[in-house]
């Protein structure tokens, strides 16, 4: 969440940056009545709390003169009634006031993070910004199938029976699809542990409410989440390994020398798709439950925006060693996520689709995550502590980098090459096939 100062003391520059996020200015106008109210509260308790300080101090030297003067007991016995009415007034402000602070504070929780200065301007995708391309879409000499009908051909995909087990937007890999699948996690694992120094964790999948919050989920989002109740429990299913990870030193004071903390952790990723409904129903773009390897950053607030390009830079680096050709665009302020202040996209080239995709995000949400959990950091012992600044990233989303791989790397048969950096994973796995020094999985 924002600092609440913002609301206090920056209301005009909180509101021109929150336009470039389509934010509703009825929100701001509620948030600004709520920041109004609030002073005003603060300053009529304050007030009040200074005159019974300033009486408390006259009672005394009334009483001290009441031995000899009975006038001076009588004005102390008088000013004690007005000021326990005092003390009835501050306890009616106090209640009134947070009431309304937790009021603003929830508001607050439900508004996006402001866009940093570098940031395009712009309602939706539109206005996105293409930084750099990287390798060249392949040059089919026949039309190029999309990886619904290679893994129907390969028999290696089915919609169809996953349907029966669980509905629409699910999937079943079978056989070499599986260990294909398998294979792009361990590679992704292996290349952000030993080359990236990324800490490898398998965090929990189900959540409790308050690290949803941490890092925006909730309270806006909760209707794209799946939720579990057990007796008196409520956990979710995570949307990204983001969330967990992130959430590791929630209200805690990180000791000095420990940042920056890399985390990275493979998950099943759980989400409604609430809204997307009739968008992408084919295959596997858009699912209730996809694998994805997840980067996540905690650092140093003048080091984040390095860090982002770092981590940017390591998502890339799985695509080019897989080499799939990609762009990077930088999103505009009405296409970012909630938390976001910063975020590029990764967009994979899909044959089948003529089209590129995102394939991740990467994202600098600077302290906005960390002021929701009270992560805190000290660079030197003693000192005040400060907020960290936090970053996430798909690296990569895992099913859409198998999209990738079976549409790139596909013959004009529907068979599949497997990818050079993947071979050491596959090589001798039931159902690959070594022929003229490439593996393949092929039509049987």
């Known amino acids: 969440m924002l600092d609440l100062r913002f609301f206090d003391q920056n209301l005009n520059d909180l ?45 005394a ?45 929830d508001t607050a929780m439900r508004v996006p993070n402001i866009p940093h200065s570098s940031v395009p301007a712009g309602a939706d995708a539109s206005s996105n910004v293409e930084v750099r391309k990287w390798g060249e879409p392949k040059r089919f000499d026949f039309t190029p199938l999309d990886h619904v009908a290679i893994g129907e051909k390969l028999k290696i995909l089915d919609f169809e029976r996953a349907g029966k087990l669980s509905g629409a937007r699910f999937a079943l890999y079978l056989r070499t699809g599986a260990m294909l699948e398998r294979a792009l996690i361990q590679f992704m694992l292996d290349l952000h542990t030993r080359e990236h120094s990324y800490q490898e964790v398998i965090p929990p999948f189900m959540v409790n409410r308050e690290t949803m919050t941490g890092t925006g989920q909730l309270p806006k989002f909760e209707e794209d989440l799946f939720k579990t109740h057990v007796a008196d429990r409520d956990l979710f299913l995570i949307p990204t390994a983001e969330v967990p990870l992130t959430n590791i030193y929630r209200n805690e004071i990180i000791d000095p020398g420990v940042l920056p903390l890399r985390f990275v952790a493979f998950s099943p990723c759980f989400r409604s798709e609430a809204g997307s409904y009739g968008k992408d129903t084919r295959g ?18 003048e080091k984040s925006y390095e860090e982002l390009e770092m981590m940017v830079a390591n ?22 996520g909630f938390s976001s202040t910063k975020t590029y996209d990764l967009e994979v080239w899909l044959p089948g689709q003529g089209a590129y ?21 000290r660079s030197v012992a003693g000192e005040k502590p400060r907020l960290a600044h936090t970053l996430n990233g798909s690296g990569l989303a895992v099913g859409r980098t198998f999209i ?3 549409e790139n790397y596909q013959d004009k048969e529907g068979n599949v090459r497997i990818p050079k950096v993947l071979e050491r994973y596959l090589d001798g796995a039931p159902g690959f096939v070594r ?10």
């Open 357 to 377: 995709r995102e394939i991740s995000s990467c994202s600098n949400c600077e302290d906005f995550q960390a002021r929701r959990m009270s992560m805190r950091y």
């Open 404 to 406: 990738a791989v079976l």
């Open 61 to 105: 030297q009334l009483k001290a003169k009441a031995k000899s003067d009975p006038e001076a007991a009588k004005q102390a016995e008088v000013r004690i009634l007005e000021m326990r009415a005092v003390g009835d007034q501050i306890k009616v402000l106090d209640e009134e006031l947070r009431t309304i602070e937790a009021k603003l504070s």
């Open 284 to 301: 596997l773009i858009r699912q209730h439950q996809f694998q994805k390897v997840e980067l996540v950053k905690v650092v140093e607030p």
């Open 435 to 444: 022929e003229n020094g490439s593996l393949w999985i092929k039509i049987k």
């Open 15 to 59: 509101e021109q940056a929150l336009k470039k996020r389509n934010f509703s200015s009825e929100f701001i106008s509620e948030i600004a009545g709520l920041s109004s109210k609030r002073r005003e509260l603060i300053h009529q308790v304050e007030s009040k709390k200074a005159a019974r300080n300033k009486a408390s101090q006259e009672i």
């Open 315 to 336: 998502a890339e680096k799985v695509l080019q060693l897989l080499e799939l050709p990609y762009r990077v665009v930088l999103l505009c302020s009405g296409d970012m």
